[in-house]
């Protein structure tokens, strides 16, 4: 069995007084599967996540994130309780 193909595009900078990333995961439609373990086709699904940051001090790094920005429900083939 196969993972679906996934595809990452990360951007970021990283200064001495801030910093900021952003990531935008690409998977595709899941239909490689086993059924006797209870695996079910899924559908592909793209999350975008955007990190950024400020370093005021020494030591101290004060960070924001928002995570899945399109704010959806994601399958992933793997997500199932195990039966054998």
Not at 49 to 70: E, I, Y
Request: hydrophobic share 35%.
């Amino acid at each position: 069995m196969n993972s679906p193909f996934t595809s990452k595009i990360s951007v970021g900078v990283d200064k001495e007084k801030y910093w900021a990333k952003a990531l935008y995961n690409i998977v595709s439609k899941q239909e490689n599967i086993a059924p006797s373990f209870g695996e079910t086709v899924t559908k592909g699904y793209q999350i975008f996540d955007v990190k950024l940051g400020v370093k005021p001090f020494n030591k101290l790094t004060l960070g924001l994130a928002c995570l899945n920005m399109f704010d959806e429900n994601y399958p992933n083939h793997l997500n199932f309780s195990y039966k054998n």
